[in-house]
């Protein structure tokens, strides 16, 4: 739903830094080939799981010293699941309290796979980023909010109207998010200000439905879950049977790893025949390579990267413009390359993906203690750093 202000977010970039440190730590769990993280059993099969070919670290150029304690750490803040991979191959996986295949909820990174479905129907000719988002939405045809594009939504400079109890209290609550978002007034002028609006983000659903046909939870699952293999992955819907689009999604670790490899192979799904393009090469390298707006150097199209400039976090006080009235300059991770991307949800939920190493850290789970839901983007890039040798 929600993140942390950007001074906190360098939480996942631990994880990855730690795979290259020092001494071990004990924990329930499995560096590939080694054993179940729930059952203490050697891993299912010795040579994939879930379909994940498995590899031990050094094979991969890894410390495994540093994944285990990226592991301990994750385990301390009360994880679900903590997974590393390198190269299309499980290196580390452990489970805690859940069983590897049971899905649950990771709130924010649902943003990333919303993302996703934009560039899919991009691909299919259904809509264009510049699109009007009245051309979807006509009750926001002859008001302020008709010339907002979907790419306005993407990149959360869309100007609509922000506050903190219409986004975590009324739009929660409403019957139709959708239709409640819809509602919201504008607030400030298209691409003049930013901010982390779920309800700008929950818009997004009656384009996907309106430009493809079909509900947002069946295009998923058609065009984007059953291609990349992600069987236990799925949207949850409100009372007014609509996809919750800004936090909605269900997954497992080994799940949403597959979303990261699909952007490390630029937009192609693998397969026997080189794979099947599902997204154009130059909408990835738009949503992950490069900041969408001038407001914050740190988001894509619904992603979050590691691009020095002006950052933003999720409830940055602001003026009357919508500006921050303490702004900050500088970088997510400073220790990890700029060219690193992730999808963050509250909580600490995260999928951290360096597409120099192509190596991937997932997340999932609650924070054990109040002060530490940023376990996230940092401690994940700080397990990749040290994980790499």
């Known amino acids: 739903m929600s993140l942390p202000r950007p001074a906190?977010?360098?939480?996942?970039?631990?994880?990855?830094?730690?795979?290259a440190g020092s001494t071990s730590a004990s924990t329930a769990g499995a560096v590939a080939g080694s054993v179940d993280a729930t059952s203490g059993r050697p891993a299912p099969g010795a040579r994939a799981v879930e379909g994940w070919p498995v590899a031990t670290p050094s094979r991969l150029g890894l410390r495994k010293k540093a994944i285990e304690r990226g592991a301990a750490e994750a385990r301390r803040l009360d994880s679900t699941c903590f997974a590393v991979l390198r190269k299309g191959k499980l290196v580390g996986e452990w489970?805690?309290?859940?069983?590897?295949?049971?899905?649950?909820?990771?709130?924010?990174?649902?943003?990333?796979?919303?993302s996703t479905l934009v560039g899919i129907a991009v691909?299919?000719?259904?809509?264009?980023?510049?699109?009007?988002?009245s051309t979807y939405v006509p009750q926001w045809r002859g008001t302020a909010s008709e010339s907002v594009t979907v790419r306005n939504l993407l990149s959360n400079d869309s100007g609509r109207f922000w506050s903190f109890k219409t986004d975590y209290s009324e739009l929660l609550a409403a019957r139709s998010r959708t239709k409640y978002a819809v509602s919201l007034p504008q607030q400030y002028a298209p691409g003049s200000a930013w901010a982390y609006n779920n309800a700008a983000i929950q818009v997004l659903e009656p384009v996907l439905e309106k430009a493809t046909g079909m509900p947002v939870a069946r295009f998923a699952r058609e065009r984007l879950f059953e291609p990349l293999g992600m069987t236990r992955s799925s949207f949850i819907t409100d009372r007014a049977d609509d996809a919750a689009v800004f936090y909605g999604l269900r997954t497992t670790c080994?799940?949403?790893?597959?979303?990261?490899?699909?952007?490390?192979?630029?937009?192609?799904?693998?397969?026997?025949?080189?794979?099947?393009?599902?997204?154009?090469?130059?909408?990835?390298?738009?949503?992950?390579g490069r900041s969408s707006t001038v407001h914050n150097a740190a988001y894509g199209y619904l992603w979050w990267l590691n691009r020095p400039g002006a950052l933003r976090g999720a409830t940055d006080p602001v003026d009357a413009q919508g500006q921050p009235l303490n702004p900050v300059t500088g970088q997510l991770a400073p220790s990890a390359p700029v060219n690193v991307f992730a999808a963050l949800g509250f909580g600490g939920q995260v999928l951290l993906v360096d597409p120099s190493t192509r190596t991937m850290v997932v997340r999932l789970g609650l924070p054990a203690q109040p002060g530490e839901e940023a376990y996230g983007f940092t401690n994940a890039a700080r397990v990749l750093t040290r994980a790499l040798r």
Not at 98 to 114: A, D, G, M, Q
Not at 123 to 133: A, I, K, N, W, Y
């Open 254 to 288: 080994l799940d949403i790893a597959r979303l990261g490899r699909l952007y490390l192979d630029g937009g192609k799904v693998r397969g026997k025949a080189g794979g099947k393009r599902i997204l154009d090469a130059a909408y990835v390298r738009h949503a992950v």
């Open 123 to 133: 691909r299919d000719g259904d809509l264009r980023l510049d699109d009007p988002v």
């Open 95 to 114: 489970n805690w309290r859940l069983p590897r295949e049971e899905p649950r909820e990771v709130f924010s990174i649902t943003k990333s796979v919303t």
């Open 8 to 19: 906190l977010l360098g939480a996942a970039l631990l994880a990855l830094s730690l795979a």
